[in-house]
Nanobody, 121 residues
Framework: QVQLVESGGGLVQAGASLRLSCAAS????????MGWYRQAPGNQRELVAT???????NYADSVKGRFTISRDGAENTVYLQMNSLKPEDTAVYYC???????????????WGQGTQVTVSS
């Protein structure tokens, strides 16, 4: 059974930094891509950043230059370093991964339970 477990959210002031972590566990043959999404109250869930094969990254325009996504491929863990946080970054952040449990299986999309990030002004 595959699980994504996030950690690292919290309450910080504007301008501060936070680092989110997401560990994928279970029977995993391949996890690609992995990424982060966020959902603020009243808004749809939106992409924050993804990292795929060869370390290719993709960022939302709103976080470019402030957030950095990285991963430990051997551990199937993805990180999101968030610097210069703004009140508009306040949201529940969700880890996402496309995972194959064997060579012959298809990729299935998994989500973590979410971690709250609150940035005060």
């Amino acid at each position: 059974q595959v699980q994504l477990v996030e950690s690292g959210g919290g309450l910080v002031q504007a301008g501060a930094s936070l680092r989110l972590s997401c560990a994928a566990s279970g029977s995993i043959f391949s996890a690609n891509p992995m990424g982060w999404y966020r959902q603020a109250p009243g808004n749809q869930r939106e992409l924050v950043a993804t990292i795929g094969r060869g370390g290719v990254t993709n960022y939302a325009d709103s976080v470019k230059g402030r957030f950095t996504i990285s991963r430990d491929g051997a551990e199937n863990t993805v990180y999101l370093q968030m610097n210069s946080l703004k009140p508009e970054d306040t949201a529940v952040y969700y880890c996402n991964a496309a995972i194959k449990v064997s060579f012959y299986s298809d990729y299935v999309n998994y989500w973590g339970q979410g971690t709250q990030v609150t940035v005060s002004s």
